[in-house]
């Protein structure tokens, strides 16, 4: 019995003396406080994005993901520069089909067959 109430009180005081040590700190005192990681946007300001630069994107790690606002930001970056692509892209297939079917005027140089060299 004498020997269970030892084994007993030491098991609190080990208990005890790590729980100060964790609380405390330690000799070297408590972690500091380290600002939370930030995304870079990697996606080029002075020119459209890239197939590399989307490649590129690399989203720092959160406790339940990625941060919900760094990844809209890309996104919402991504999806204007593909609008802005698509309506150029529309524009130049207007353009060319108001080209095609515009009547022809006349011939041009272009138009015309090559005259043929006889001896």
Known sequence: MV???FLVVALAVVVAAV?????????????????????????PPDR???????????FPLVP?????????DALSRLGAELAERDARIA???SALAGAQAAPHGPHTSLDRPEPEDRP
């Open 19 to 43: 729980t100060l040590s964790v609380v405390s700190g330690g000799e070297s005192g408590p972690l500091p406080e380290v600002a939370p990681e930030r995304f870079q946007d990697p996606l």
């Open 91 to 93: 524009d130049l297939e």
């Open 3 to 5: 020997m269970f109430l």
């Open 48 to 58: 459209p994005v890239n197939r590399a630069d989307v490649e590129s994107i690399r």
């Open 64 to 72: 339940r993901g990625y941060r919900m606002a760094d990844v809209d």
